[in-house]
């Protein structure tokens, strides 16, 4: 057996994201071929008690709390980055800047210009990038990719995309990062709502205005005990105000003439992970639903009048995108198979020298609609995403002359 | 047994709602037990062929062509209008002026401040009057009405409501009246929306404000043979401008600080009639699917850990609304039972004396919101609806001091 | 209009099928252009407050407290049964005496020999003959045999049938009519186990032979205070022993091979009237579900690899059997239009001197089905369908020679 | 960190199954805080080319072609078996008495009496036994085995279970080993039904008695070119006889008074993995389907009256049995982490010297239903587990005194 090239991984962050992440590059060379092989070399974090146990539990050959440390580490090719929101401009910059390859976790920044600065630095620096849109490598999204693009839907008419979560329903729940708007820049907006932005994106094509509503609807939580605010905290006496929203929906037109309805929300209750579409075309419509993953629904008008339906396609077979690596026709895959999947594709694109997708310039369109939708809610009026492109262009140019 | 009290029904319009009217009629004494029967006296129809046709098929006891006849029939006490859209200011005024109880279809008007001069009349002339959106009245609905007025959900955070159809995607579709706004006003919105909006605003409260978006995917239609444009017509030749929507999508604010997304839309293949919404509430959530009526979905935060998910109750046992008068449990009912169940309320009301519910405060207010969501998508902001009203008004006190 | 032959109609019976089948009779017209038209002559009851108020509130012109009289009203043409079991085979061959055209309720009689007479006297008396097994009417299921027919599912090779309902779980329900074997022959078995006989008749063909099991769980009750047990009874303090089955299942060969299998009961809790079946095939397979009955899902085996999956066609379109009659697409029928369509076709028959499907000979041979079970169960072995029929013949011969 | 006790494993066989375990192996340490730690260290298999790139792609340390190798290599812990039916009794065996534990896939053996012998003999040589019927840990499953045991259904009244593929629809499919009999034993039946009566026997209790029928649809095959006859072999020009079922249905009476459905079958077109039950008590039921595995349906007779209806609970959060481990609600697992949970379970046990369930005594009493199906198809008759397992005990006692 030739030996694989070998790709290291440098790991910044190790709850949620960091277990999601490092299982999957664990599991990636079991399933798939690939020309290389990740290796988990180091694992970044503040917490030296906390960043040593997820080292050991994941299987990383060391930990270091400077994630500076790992750009200096000559070995590692790969940085991938699952820290807050608000820390992803400095790493990815820092990262490019060490001509590392980078995986970051969505949003990519805090702001459209935030996310144009980290897009010209990685392309100054010539390394691979890739953002973590995880449900985009489903088999099932990928098979609707695939039905769109062979012309099977023909026009597309409509998205409706919802996203319905319940976890902070309870008021009882702190203040955690992902209710601060200094660490986290979006609630409900930026954590889900950015991942149905990025399956329309992926599906339908380029957002061209919208206009949205955001709501905050539980304004106090008590303040959490850790000083972070990390998910896990537990509630203090004190309380602290909520900035970020609870729950954003938004319309929008896309450039092709397709016609959108967004929502993302935290308090649906019933809803643990409600990552829903419904697409619509000249020639036929698509269902897909997170919480039934594997299933693609499927109507097309040319099937025989009398026998025109949904079509519910278990999409586990060789045939469906990324589904032959795994079990036979029925035998479901789960949640972190998109993980996997994913890595796949970067793994094979830093091999190969190819950027792959996702990547940065989606991080920065995705970033330009959220903040488009911001906007809109703020001043009540439909907003182009161009028009945010170009202002956080205008913005970051003169940041970087400065 | 005492001979009940015959409420005479005069008829105008004899097509789909027609037949939905009548059928309704006579089956409502079968199932439920009135102090009142409706007798089909007469229909009026401007087509005599037609109109004869349907008055024997229907089982009317005669028919006119000239509508204003009715009107002047001593023995008939409720006019039932399913006349297209433009035609029903008219026909609602000249009824209540003439003494006569009044069901209309939706939308109710072609303006505001037309919906606003009916109600100012019916109101004058003490005539009882409902508008026809009977979706309300299918059982799963009205339990969903009932735990939400006993609070079983909580505070209402979020509504979201599809109206999705798919009869116009083809091309060749001849320009009917539904597709012509000087006789229908709206097209998806207020066809299909009308009865999201109507869901809504029962299930929910009164809308705040609106910001929307409407769409015509297929601008040109071949102009149909039959002059009127009636449903079922075929194509000619010629071809001209839809002026309507085919698709509306529009997000809301409710004065009870809920937030709702609508759509409503001719162009989503595959779902042929499919009116369904969700309600999120602070302690629970329903789910309800027109194609699927006697079915809600229901779920409650204060099931046990563990146990907590959506349930589906076949709304079909005694203890449902209006179920008791069907079949045994698990023995469903359709459509049609939706517009008997609503006649079940009107025939009561006329004879106890009560104006029930939706009526033309209903109509007015419904279409306060189609006509603010117009407004919205023609302006690109945020549209109250108490100004819509209070335009309406001002605009219609013009017109009655004219 | 010409006049339209009429059919005059005797009802034995008003309860629970004595509504189903009056409704049906006078909604028929409404949704049909039949040749015929039945008019709702006499009903014949024995309780003389009950049937007068049944009389009243169906529409009937007249009642009876003696069903005898109906056979010597000259006017009546065709005599509905809908009276316990144990009155069938009296009822059903004094009818056909007095040349009657008949529809009788399922099962058709106590035993096959008994069914055997009952068909032997209507041929020799031609009169029109009909057993009620609605389901058949459901436009999906006519979809079904229509798929089937077409050879879209190729060689049958499996049915899988369940009639599951829960009504008499609790163990106070008092032992009414239906739990009496002197009254109602079979429990479970032929009272919702003979459906999905005559289904999987319909559509796959003859049984060849069964072996099965009858279980009666709960198996002394409270002893009905009405002295006939009718459904609706209330408890009195004594209670009696329940001699039929709460719940029977059997395994079926088919004369074509297939293979089946079978279950029903009255034990299944949550599951109100849950009629369903599951029919594969060389080519396809299709899904059923009363509690959904609109709906019939399919699979087709030449569908694209990677685009297989059960499509859920809602049986609502013209091209649809029998819903062309009803409302657009989408707009769903329920329990009691499968009457309507049952009694279409009986309508049509009596009119044109056709003699429709299912008539007495499959209720002889459903009966047949039954009794093999039953015997099957007694002696644990495999009981042929053939031999039942052979000794019913046999037994009811020796009854006609004396 | 203190160094965890290493449990070496020692593979026989690398196909499909042998994929799935070597995962769960690999996958276990991640997930679960094990106080033992499984080590890959050798698969063995007859072909070297195979078996040398199965050792690497799975990741074991070495390979052999002679599986008696890992008995004599006294540093292997356990011995896990997923090889074709007909050498699982040589190899448990000659396993137990080397003193290994052992997991070997079902069923057990070919016959309840060589299930008696490995039963005997792993009691004989005090080692930890197992075998793989992975569906028992769904977390669903054990979720509806916690509902079962604290009583929440009441007395179970009845089961239906099917086991429905599809996979060998196709006559031009050779005749892979799994159609022989001399290797497989069974078709459908050993193969998937097994399964079911595994849940079965897990959820309700012991079978007391069963009838059962078998099928062959397609008789003859083309011969495999491979001579193993594996799977995903290709076909040679000459054809063979297929000697086991295609499709195996069995009804069951339970010792604790249930009544059961069984049907396997892999003719059920559309139906990929399709292995569903419903169990109904008599204060709830509860409804299961792998294809959709995460969720569990479950019906509370002690609901309210008109909120009653079966939920549909994603098994998915920290209270459902081995879900914590796993990913946030909503976030699903899917066929893979079965054998996770099942190791998880396993490795315990080797570690704290505690025999799991299901075990070889499970096997046995599973092999004893397999075999009285067998025979109640041949007889036409019911068989009594009981004597099976008399016969059994008797054959194999005269077998060991050989």
Redesign the interface.
């Known amino acids: ?1 030739v030996e694989k090239k070998k790709i290291n991984v440098g790991l910044i962050g190790y709850k ?1 994201m960091g277990k ?1 992440h ?2 999957a590059y ?2 990636l060379p ?1 399933y798939f071929e690939n020309s290389a092989v990740p290796v988990l070399k180091t694992v970044a974090g503040r917490n030296p008690e906390g960043v040593k146990k997820a080292s ?4 990383f050959q060391g930990y270091t709390t400077n994630w500076k440390n790992l750009l200096e580490d000559e070995e590692i090719d790969l940085i991938d980055i699952v820290t807050p929101n608000n820390t992803h401009v400095e790493m990815t910059i820092a990262a490019a800047r060490a001509g590392k390859h980078i995986l970051c976790e969505k949003p990519l920044a805090m702001t459209t210009a935030e996310a144009y600065r980290i897009l010209e630095t990685v392309k100054e620096n010539n390394v691979v990038h890739m953002i973590c849109h995880n449900y985009r490598y489903t088999p099932a999204v990928q ?1 609707a990719k695939k039905l769109i693009e062979e012309g099977k839907l023909g026009k597309i ?2 998205i ?1 995309a ?1 996203y ?4 902070i ?1 309870d008021p009882k729940i702190p203040l955690v990062w992902r209710l601060k708007k200094e660490v986290t820049g979006y609630g409900a907006h930026g954590d889900i709502g950015a991942h149905i932005i990025d399956l329309a994106r992926f599906l339908i094509g380029e957002f061209s205005e919208v ?3 955001m ?1 905050t ?1 539980i304004k106090e939580r008590p303040i959490s005990t850790d000083s972070d605010g990390l998910s896990g905290s537990t509630a203090s006496d004190k309380t602290g105000q909520v900035d970020v929203d609870d ?1 954003t ?3 929008a ?1 896309f450039s092709n ?1 397709a ?1 959108g ?1 967004f ?1 993302a ?1 935290r ?8 990552n829903r579409f ?1 697409i ?6 698509i269902r897909w639903d ?6 693609l629904e ?2 097309f ?1 040319n ?1 025989p ?10 999409c ?2 060789e ?2 995108p990324f589904a032959g690596a ?12 998109t993980f996997i999947n994913l890595l796949k594709t970067l793994i094979d694109g830093i091999s190969e020298g190819i950027i792959p997708t996702p990547n940065f310039e989606d991080g920065l369109l995705n970033q330009a609609v959220l903040e488009a939708v911001e906007k809109s809610a703020e001043k ?3 907003i182009s995403i161009k028009e945010v492109l170009e202002q956080a262009k205008a913005e970051s140019c003169k940041h970087l002359s400065n």
Chains 1, 2, 3, 4 share one sequence.
């Open positions: 057996m949620f999601a490092s299982h664990r599991d079991f050991e539990h994941y299987g098979m008419y409509h409706r919802h319905l979560q319940d976890w329903m206009t949205g509503m709501q609807f729950a929906a938004f319309l037109k003439g016609f309805v929502e929300t308090f649906a209750g019933g809803n643990r992970n409600g419904e619509n075309g000249e020639k036929g419509s997170m919480e039934n993953m594997n299933n499927v109507y008008d099937d009048k009398g026998l025109q339906g949904f079509r519910t396609i278990n586990t077979e045939v469906h795994y079990w036979p026709p029925g035998h479901i895959i789960g949640y972190e198979h009540g009026t439909w």
